[in-house]
């Protein structure tokens, strides 16, 4: 059974719709995931003394773990991505068919002269990846604050570091818990 242009087309946007969907499922799923560990990261920070140096180690252990799924979630979007984009290269492809411009078959065309084109430049950044960069910060600085706020209430010769203006907003935070 002969197959003409219209229906490769057809097949391959219900394919890459479908590979569309799993795309938006691998983001919840990551979201939520990492999400929960945020709040168990957040939780041992809130609820910190800033006298236990354990709780520093286990925040840095939490941020090690968070940042490895954020990782792998940008990798895993970064290979979904890598498929779409040759997708619809695909798409754009055959709507220059003779008998798809007949049609007027070409809106990946219009839409990528129109959107997504000017997206290649690497300044770029999806909701999702600042989304990836946040999460990493925030890996980053809670175990960073803790063991800041943890080393003014344990060592004493840090009090000799911190500048005084600035010791005197710290006291406060490590005095209230």
């Known amino acids: 059974m002969p197959h003409d242009v219209f229906d490769v087309y057809e097949a391959v946007i219900k394919d890459t719709n479908s590979l569309n969907d799993r795309r938006r499922q691998l983001d919840s799923l990551y979201v939520t995931l990492i999400t929960f560990i945020l709040t168990g990261d957040a ?3 809130f609820y910190s003394a800033f006298d236990n140096w354990l709780l520093v180690f ?6 090690l773990v ?4 954020t990782t792998r979630w940008r990798e895993g979007l970064k290979n979904i991505d890598d498929i779409l984009n040759h997708r619809y290269a695909f798409l754009r492809k055959l709507e220059q068919d003779p008998a798809m411009t007949a049609l007027g078959a070409s809106v990946y065309s219009d839409e990528w002269k129109a959107i997504y084109e ?4 690497r300044k770029y950044r999806t909701v999702t990846s600042r989304l990836q ?19 003014v209430e344990t060592i004493p010769a840090v009090h000799d570091l911190v500048p005084t203006v ?3 907003y710290i006291h406060p935070i490590i005095q209230t818990k």
Request: aromatic share 8%; charged share 10%; net charge positive.
């Open 43 to 45: 939780y041992l920070t």
């Open 58 to 63: 286990v925040t840095i252990g939490v941020g």
């Open 66 to 69: 968070g940042g490895a799924v």
């Open 118 to 121: 000017r997206r290649k430049d």
């Open 133 to 151: 960069v946040t999460f990493l910060t925030v890996f980053i600085l809670i175990p960073v604050l803790l063991a800041a706020l943890t080393a």
């Open 166 to 168: 600035i010791l005197q």
